[in-house]
């Protein structure tokens, strides 16, 4: 991999989950099956009707709370504090990830449509913390989920990042068509690669993805 396309990138930007942490941990798999109970429970609905909700709002709204918000006007903090009371101790620390990612020049964020303090867990127990310079949930966006292009900006903007000098590390290649359009270098975090225009670098793991940027002179 060439380092040219990152010689200008001043900014990271990582998503979390299934990013930051391999699929094989299925953590997520825990938080759907919390989304299924909450759903059921608060709307009052057979379990295998709320987990169709819970899989079609993610597709049409981007997450399953953004769905149930625009739907069925819910509170997004008690929604987020029950589907993130799991256990982290599927999560392993990645050392060579930590390295890697420590030796990225300039500045390095997380931006995840789960809240910070679930993300401040994972990072933990990923021995990841530390190493970022602002960790972003989606309740810094106004709960409005990735991949609405506003949501992004709300996030940027709060930051102060230029997306011209910035890249953008993510598992749902959905969530890279803004950060396209905005400029941004582009990369798909994922087992297997999803070819299109938005996406310009792919790989299935992260930390190998990055060890040849390590060579990059830090800022």
Not at 45 to 56: K, Y
Not at 80 to 88: A, C, N, Q, R, S
Not at 93 to 114: C, E, F, H, Q, S
Not at 124 to 153: C, M, N, Q, S, T
């Amino acid at each position: 991999m060439s380092h040219l396309p990152f010689s200008h990138v001043t900014a990271w930007v990582f998503d979390l989950d299934n990013t930051l942490y391999p699929p094989r941990m299925r953590l997520f798999d825990q938080i759907e099956i919390r989304m299924t109970d909450w759903v059921s429970r608060k709307l009052g609905v057979p379990p295998e009707q709320a987990n169709h909700l819970r899989a079609t709002y993610w597709r049409r709204y981007g997450t399953t709370l953004a769905g149930l918000m625009a739907e069925h006007a819910i509170d997004p903090h008690d929604f987020l504090g029950h589907v993130h009371d799991i256990d982290f101790s599927v999560l392993t620390p990645d050392p060579l990830l930590a390295a890697r990612i420590k030796a990225l020049p300039g500045r390095r964020i997380v931006y995840t449509n789960g809240d910070a303090p679930y993300a401040a867990r994972v990072l933990a127990a990923r021995g990841l913390d530390g190493l970022f310079d602002a960790v972003y949930g989606i309740e810094h966006a106004g709960f409005r989920p990735k991949p609405e292009r506003a949501a992004f900006e709300s996030i940027f903007a709060q930051d102060r990042l230029n997306p011209a000098t910035a890249a953008m590390f993510e598992d749902d290649a959905r969530n890279l068509v803004a950060p396209h359009a905005m400029g941004m270098q582009t990369v798909h975090i994922a087992p297997l690669p999803e070819p299109a225009p938005h996406i310009h670098h792919h790989h299935a793991d992260l930390a190998e993805f990055l060890g040849p940027l390590s060579a990059l002179t830090r800022a």
